[in-house]
């Protein structure tokens, strides 16, 4: 894991932002954190590249299927952990359908480092297992270009 980690907050209450900043300090996750609270921010913050994505859910002029839209347009990959006070079970089942990797509950901000230390092992996983295949893809096409090539040494 590379630190110091990028995180990009979604949150408008810089009081709802300082409980997550000493969860972080106090697990010793070393990261920079930029502050987002407008859709404007959000637009300029996802020229950068972040590490996770840190979303509250509780945002009133930030619906969050036109912005999981717009962070998963630009960064595929990125993960997304939602955290929220009240969240209803179909509004969370639709955000897993949107691409939310992790729900943090306010009251629970001791699953935070945690469900950001897994998304990023996922990450991990993820790069390693395309590396394989276009590792194995690649070899594939040698083998196929080898086998092609045999006939034309071969006599009857």
Known sequence: MKT???LLVI???SADFRPLERQLVQHGLEAECQLVASVPD???ALGNAWDVVLFNHSEPDMDYRPIL???HAR???LPVLFIFGNLAEEIAVEMLQLGVWDFIPKDHLARLVPAIRRALHEVDQQHALKATEQALRKSEHRLRL???AAHV???D
Do not use: F, H, M, T
Request: hydrophobic fraction near 40%; glycine fraction near 4%; charged fraction near 35%.
């Open 4 to 6: 110091p980690l990028k």
């Open 11 to 13: 949150e408008d209450r």
């Open 42 to 44: 959000l637009d300029a």
């Open 69 to 71: 839209a717009k962070i």
């Open 75 to 77: 960064w595929p990959s």
């Open 146 to 148: 080898v086998q092609e």
């Open 153 to 155: 040494g071969i006599c």
